[in-house]
C-alpha cells in the first residue's frame, strides 16, 4: 500500500513556472506506475500527465503536451510534474496518483490519491 502527499502548490501569474512534488510512503514505491491529475471546479477530474515505473515512458494529455514534464527519482520516493507557462485555464486542484505496473494507464487503475494541491493562476 502507498500513501502519497502533495506539495508545491500555490499562486502564480500566467506565463510562470511551478514544480509539483509527490512524496510516496509505503512498500514497494518503484514498482508502481505515477499519475498527475487534476479538478477546476465545476469539472471532473482529469488525466494530466502519467510515468512508468521504470522511469522510460511518459504520457501527456494534449493540453499540458510541452509544457509539462512529468519525473521520478525512485530512490527518494517521489514524483515530480514542472510546470512551465503556466495558464489560467491551467488552475486546478492538482493530485498524485499510484497504480500497480500490471494495470493499464486509466483511471479506475489507479488505486491510492493524495489529498491534492492547490494550483491557482492570476492572468
Known amino acids: 500500500q502507498v500513501q502519497l502527499v502533495e506539495s508545491g502548490g500555490g499562486l502564480v501569474q500566467a506565463g510562470g513556472s511551478l514544480r509539483l512534488s509527490c512524496a510516496a510512503s509505503?512498500?514497494?514505491?518503484?514498482?508502481?506506475?505515477m499519475g498527475w491529475f487534476r479538478q477546476a471546479p465545476g469539472k471532473e477530474r482529469e488525466f494530466v500527465a502519467a510515468?512508468?515505473?521504470?522511469?522510460?515512458?511518459?504520457y501527456y494529455a494534449d493540453s499540458v503536451k510541452g509544457r509539462f514534464t512529468i519525473s521520478r527519482v525512485n530512490a527518494k520516493n517521489t514524483v515530480y510534474l514542472q510546470m512551465n507557462s503556466l495558464k489560467p485555464e491551467d488552475a486546478a486542484v492538482y493530485y498524485c496518483?499510484?497504480?500497480?505496473?500490471?494495470?493499464?494507464?486509466?483511471?479506475?487503475?489507479?488505486?491510492?490519491w493524495g489529498q491534492g494541491t492547490q494550483v491557482t493562476v492570476s492572468s
Open positions: 496518483a499510484a497504480k500497480s505496473g500490471t494495470t493499464a494507464f486509466e483511471l479506475k487503475s489507479y488505486d491510492y
Open positions: 510515468i512508468h515505473w521504470s522511469g522510460g515512458s511518459t
Open positions: 509505503g512498500r514497494t514505491f518503484s514498482r508502481y506506475d
